[in-house]
T-cell receptor
Framework: DAGVTQSPTHLIKTRGQQVTLRCSPKSGHDTVSWYQQALGQGPQFIFQ???????QRGNFPDRFSGHQFPNYSSELNVNALLLGDSALYLC???????????FGPGTRLLVL | AQSVTQLGSHVSVSEGALVLLRCNYSSSVPPYLFWYVQYPNQGLQLLLKYTSAATLVKGINGFEAEFKKSETSFHLTKPSAHMSDAAEYFCAVRSNSGYALNFGKGTSLLVTP
């Protein structure tokens, strides 16, 4: 049973560029959440997708957007990258409440 | 919003000693609580979860946590530390009306020989 997978594992971008990160949920899961983890910090919630709709959003600007596909996989898009966007981006999948969220290995983004 | 506070950003124990990692939550109603572990350069692995079924929750790798409403605590324990337990540990809370996990700042566990 495959767990949560994310691609790519590492990414280097320059300021002002755009990036797309991808996530495939654990088999049987229908909900995907995205988190940003800065170095030395706990993960911060970006948003959650269920039934292809964003149903909750954290305190992140509109530069951060996402999408969920019919097969439940998801993308996170970040526009106009800033140096401060450098972080580990984690995807987590779950079933409907009150299930736990299961995390992927993350994508490490470096913005130069 | 629901939040958790992890007391002690760094904890050091000897191999074979008791591990105690502290987590206190802020909530007026019992929330859903979780402990995750993160090894270097990896994602988060779920250790255990509290969803109101039982106050003492057993997880993987010999860890357990006890939900104490009177103390608003959910401390993580393991009777005997192993070298492989060295990692970053995060406590997280989700309200019963929300979807996001709110994480603490983490506790780095060092296990010495």
């Amino acid at each position: 049973d495959a767990g949560v997978t994310q691609s790519p594992t590492h990414l280097i971008k320059t300021r002002g560029q755009q990036v797309t990160l991808r996530c495939s949920p654990k088999s049987g899961h229908d909900t995907v959440s995205w988190y940003q983890q800065a170095l030395g910090q706990g993960p911060q919630f970006i948003f959650q997708y269920y039934e292809e709709e964003e149903r909750q959003r954290g305190n992140f600007p509109d530069r951060f957007s996402g999408h969920q596909f019919p097969n439940y996989s998801s993308e996170l898009n970040v526009n106009a990258l800033l140096l401060g966007d450098s972080a580990l981006y984690l995807c987590a999948s779950s079933l409907e409440l009150p299930g736990a969220q299961y995390f992927g290995p993350g994508t490490r983004l470096l913005v130069l | 919003a629901q939040s958790v506070t992890q007391l002690g950003s760094h904890v050091s124990v000897s191999e074979g000693a008791l591990v105690l990692l502290r987590c206190n939550y802020s909530s007026s109603v019992p929330p859903y609580l979780f402990w995750y572990v993160q090894y270097p350069n990896q994602g988060l692995q779920l250790l255990l979860k509290y969803t109101s079924a039982a106050t003492l929750v057993k997880g993987i790798n010999g860890f357990e946590a006890e939900f104490k409403k009177s103390e608003t605590s959910f401390h993580l324990t393991k009777p005997s530390a192993h070298m492989s337990d060295a990692a970053e540990y995060f406590c997280a809370v989700r309200s019963n009306s929300g979807y996001a996990l709110n994480f603490g700042k983490g506790t780095s566990l060092l296990v010495t020989p």
